[in-house]
Nanobody
Framework: RCSCRASGGGLVQPGGSLKLSCTASGFTFDEYVVGWFRQAPGKEREGVSRMGTGDVSTYYADSVKGRFVISTDSAKNTVYLEMNSLKPDDTATYYC???????????????????????WGKGTQVTVSS
């Protein structure tokens, strides 16, 4: 686990928005691809989004395309996830994670449960409910 601090989770009504952030230490965004996973109770962990860099493309899970936007601030070593039009199905614990950029050039660690990723931060809870 990296020294990653995630924040921004909370309770929001359906249709609402939240912005998560995760500040990482111990590695740089030049060498690692960063992004977000989530895990809902009783479900497997799933990749939500990774931030593209160089020849590694940005990725969004189909379930969040058009609603979520990932971004980074390299100077602050921070990755963000802006979540809009939230649905109850988005309720989960959200984790930031990082994978060595060389691996991500040949595979997409966010397709699946993220077993091969290198760094994980502590999760932040997002609850979408009326």
């Amino acid at each position: 686990r990296c020294s990653c601090r995630a924040s921004g989770g909370g309770l929001v009504q359906p249709g609402g928005s939240l912005k998560l952030s995760c500040t990482a230490s111990g590695f740089t965004f030049d060498e690692y691809v960063v992004g977000w996973f989530r895990q809902a109770p009783g479900k497997e962990r799933e990749g939500v989004s990774r931030m593209g860099t160089g020849d590694v493309s940005t990725y969004y899970a189909d379930s969040v395309k058009g609603r979520f936007v990932i971004s980074t601030d390299s100077a602050k070593n921070t990755v963000y996830l802006e979540m809009n039009s939230l649905k109850p199905d988005d309720t989960a614990t959200y984790y930031c994670a990082a994978s060595w950029i060389v691996k991500e050039r040949y595979t997409n660690g966010w397709r699946g449960k993220g077993l091969g990723l290198d760094y994980w931060g502590k999760g932040t809870q997002v609850t979408v409910s009326s």
